[in-house]
């Protein structure tokens, strides 16, 4: 991953998870989801009654857990 200029999106890029000083666990290796009880229960829901769309949009600002989401 490129290092951006933090002052441009006010970001450092040095927290994000695919950043390897960050010491934060990858998505798909993350096995804590905290916070997102509801949405967890609803994509499983859906998954379990074949209700499941083809594509999803998940939101939100970085590090909040969107991509640990969408690898459970």
Do not use: C
């Not at 441009?8 to 804590?32: K, Q, T």
């Not at 509801?38 to 970085?62: C, K, S, V, Y």
């Amino acid at each position: 991953m490129a290092v951006k200029d933090v002052a441009a999106d006010g970001v450092d890029p040095r927290l994000h998870p695919d950043f390897p000083e960050s010491g934060a666990p990858s998505p798909r290796a993350n096995s804590e989801l905290i916070g997102h009880i509801e949405a967890e229960q609803r994509l499983a829901r859906a998954a379990q009654d074949g209700t499941i769309a083809g594509a999803w949009l998940i939101g939100g600002p970085m590090g909040i857990g969107k991509a640990t989401l969408a690898y459970r």
